[in-house]
């Protein structure tokens, strides 16, 4: 019945088309995976909607608020929807589909704390999400009423630093404040909302005019047949967020570890796959550019020496996030072409991971006694040949267990990549946490799946040592 009200308004520019669609998914009851890890909420449901009325098809990737903002900006995406606030700042870098959402900032302390008012976070520290209203809110206020601010990176940590007493309070739109709180989080709201903030879909500026029209039009038709009132109540319901914390499972799941992992399970070891993965592909190519560096810097030229260690200082210097950002965001920024996330992942680690082996590489060579290369170039033996058969056998034996810890470090350090959207074992745990809030159990479960393939390649880095020695 809505598609046919809807078919009379489609968009024929965007009929047809697929567009990139970054989100947060840890911000419910707008977005967040349920216990099948799929992506719904009101956002997720409401960009849908509109493109099936529209003719469009979306794809959604779950990027974190700040990778979502950034990749929209780099051409990484052609749209964003994630309870984003519609700014005077935000709207000179981003055009605006009409509000589709009015939502408040409110202030939540711990439900022990008898702080009732602003007036009395005089002194103390107050937590905030990064990019959100409450943040913005926040930082306008803290002259005012004299308290610090210190910004954490999702809800649960915020959440988290309050209720364990590091911060006396937090601020978050209202609708999210009051899921997590039905939802368990032992917070209490003790203002009225704040800084009317309106939720908009979002463009990079003067792109993508045809998304943002067939955005603005199937939201006027879903508003006319009813569809979007039913998809805000099916999240929020008539007694506010009753519904949300309903369709997120809260009442039939099992909270135990076990239960935990048995709900996640698939989730789980969909992170832990693309981690090896990311991880055995990137060490791969880490290994062949490291070893390429490393042998450069010990051959006798003075260009090529320079060269390696150039890349080694570059490369072993420059922060991996801050690395993974530049490649995934800035490179398409100048360039105007994409990069995938995973492609821009493997990019990362390949040059960073790349330049510590390159490092050991050429400390492993030059550990060798000189005399041995000078022995066998007296004997006639060319560099080269010096280098094959003398040198490097021996330079190995130095280096295996160290390629067996490079292994490990880049493992971890899949981790970090979380920021650009790719779902590793990391962002698959923010996830969960954004559905249920389990914070420290889930995080321990994450742990514990981390030290159990750590300590298999510690096994293995101990097994190749015992058998390189001679």
């Known amino acids: 019945m809505v598609g046919k009200y809807l078919g009379t308004s489609s968009n024929s520019k965007v009929k047809g088309k697929t567009f990139v669609i970054g989100t947060d998914v840890t911000f419910p009851p707008f977005e967040f995976a349920n216990k099948n890890n799929k992506y719904v909420g009101i956002d997720m449901d409401l960009i849908r909607a509109i493109a099936n009325e529209q003719g469009f098809k979306v794809k959604i990737k779950a990027l974190g608020f700040n990778a979502a903002v950034q990749a929209v900006e780099s051409g990484q995406a052609d749209g964003v929807i994630a309870g984003m606030s519609i700014t005077n700042e935000r709207k000179a870098q981003f055009d605006?589909?009409?509000?589709?959402?009015?939502?408040?900032?409110?202030?939540?302390?711990?439900?022990?704390?008898?702080?009732?008012?602003?007036?009395?976070?005089?002194?103390?520290?107050?937590?905030?999400?990064?990019?959100?209203?409450?943040?913005?809110?926040a930082n306008s206020i803290k002259k005012k009423y004299g308290f610090k601010v210190v910004t954490f990176d999702d809800s649960n940590n915020m959440y988290q630093d309050v209720s364990t007493g590091n911060s006396v309070a937090c601020f978050e739109d209202h609708p999210v404040m009051q899921y997590a709180i039905k939802q368990g989080t032992k917070l209490k709201i003790v203002t009225k909302p704040a800084l009317n903030a309106p939720y908009g879909f979002a463009v990079k500026k003067g792109h993508n005019k045809a998304l943002l029209q067939a955005f603005n039009t199937g939201l006027e038709d879903l508003k006319a047949s009813g569809t979007y009132d039913t998809i805000k109540a099916k999240y929020l319901g008539a007694d506010e967020i009753k519904t949300a914390a309903k369709t997120s499972g809260n009442s039939a799941e099992d909270r135990t570890f076990i239960g935990l992992i048995k709900q996640n399970k698939g989730a789980l070891l969909s992170g832990l796959q693309e981690t090896l993965w990311l991880t055995v592909v990137s060490i791969f190519f880490a290994t062949i550019f490291g070893v390429l560096v490393g042998l450069m810097g010990v051959v006798p030229n003075k260009f090529s020496q320079g060269t390696?260690?150039?890349?080694?200082?570059?490369?072993?210097?420059?922060?991996?996030?801050?690395?993974?950002?530049?490649?995934?965001?800035?490179?398409?920024?100048?360039?105007?072409?994409?990069?995938?996330?995973?492609?821009?992942?493997?990019?990362?680690?390949?040059?960073?991971?790349?330049?510590?082996?390159?490092?050991?590489?050429?400390?492993?060579?030059?550990?060798?006694?000189?005399?041995?290369?000078?022995?066998?170039?007296?004997?006639?033996?060319?560099?080269?040949?010096?280098?094959?058969?003398?040198?490097?056998?021996?330079?190995?034996?130095?280096?295996?267990?160290?390629?067996?810890?490079?292994?490990?470090?880049?493992?971890?350090?899949?981790?970090?990549?979380?920021?650009?959207?790719?779902?590793?074992?990391?962002?698959?745990?923010?996830?969960?946490?954004?559905r249920n809030l389990e914070g420290f159990k889930v995080w321990t479960i994450v742990a514990a799946i981390y030290l159990i393939i750590i300590t298999l390649l510690t096994w293995l880095s101990n097994w190749v040592q015992r058998r390189t020695k001679v």
């Open 96 to 137: 605006f589909s009409k509000p589709y959402f009015n939502s408040g900032v409110v202030m939540a302390v711990a439900s022990n704390s008898k702080i009732h008012k602003l007036s009395e976070l005089k002194g103390k520290r107050v937590a905030v999400k990064t990019g959100t209203s409450g943040a913005d809110y």
């Open 308 to 434: 390696s260690t150039t890349l080694i200082y570059l490369f072993r210097g420059m922060p991996l996030l801050v690395l993974a950002l530049f490649i995934y965001t800035g490179i398409p920024s100048l360039t105007g072409q994409k990069i995938p996330a995973f492609v821009a992942g493997v990019v990362t680690l390949t040059f960073n991971e790349g330049a510590y082996i390159a490092a050991f590489v050429k400390g492993g060579i030059e550990a060798v006694d000189p005399g041995q290369m000078e022995a066998s170039r007296s004997l006639g033996l060319p560099f080269g040949k010096s280098m094959r058969k003398i040198i490097l056998p021996q330079g190995i034996r130095i280096m295996v267990p160290s390629f067996i810890n490079q292994f490990i470090i880049t493992l971890k350090d899949t981790s970090i990549l979380s920021i650009i959207g790719l779902l590793e074992l990391t962002q698959t745990g923010k996830i969960i946490i954004a």
